[in-house]
């Protein structure tokens, strides 16, 4: 096989069954929410909101959202990183989103909302959709996760803590 080529996508397990929109529990914390985009920046308009790793799926090559598509797209990388199966997903995207990370913003709109890029360094880098829930609020879905890319991007937020349920 030519090192150029990517390799095909890793499959998930038959047994994870769960409907894309189902929102996958923080591996430490055991809560749906993964944390708390605060707005640091005049130069975001769009509002704060909680953080969600949904069970999502894979469409294809760079279209996909959630932790199959995570798998499915960087599957053969996590596991080179130490994230070895399927179920590891939410231990690298938890690894990423952590009180006091900085987000970016590149400013490419999408439905009429910027996507955010999370950086922790080395760790890593999560893209957040942000989707709304009612007037003037929005929550924010992990699209993918991954390494190895420096986003260019203004500062706009931070991650805060865990909202106590």
Not at 73 to 92: Q, S
Not at 111 to 138: D, F, N, T
Not at 151 to 158: E, M
């Amino acid at each position: 096989m030519s090192r150029f080529k990517a390799l095909p996508p890793q499959t998930v397990p038959a047994e994870f069954v769960y409907h894309e929109d189902f929102n996958i529990a923080h591996p430490l914390t055991g809560l749906e929410c993964w944390g708390v985009v605060k707005v640091t920046s005049q130069l975001l308009s769009q509002p704060g909101g909680v953080i969600y790793l949904r069970a999502g799926k894979h469409i294809g090559p760079h279209k996909g959202f959630g932790v199959r598509h995570i798998w499915e797209e960087r599957g053969h990388d996590l596991i080179k990183w130490g994230y070895p199966t399927f179920y590891d997903v939410p231990r690298f995207v938890s690894d990423i989103i952590v009180p006091g990370t900085n987000i970016v913003c590149e400013f490419d709109a999408m439905k009429g909302y910027e996507r955010l890029i999370v950086l922790r360094g080395r760790k890593g880098c999560v893209v957040l959709s942000a989707w709304p829930i009612g007037e003037g609020e929005i929550y924010y879905s992990v699209v993918t996760a991954y390494r190895n890319r420096t986003p260019n991007g203004k500062a706009v937020a931070v991650i805060e803590g865990f909202p106590i349920p």
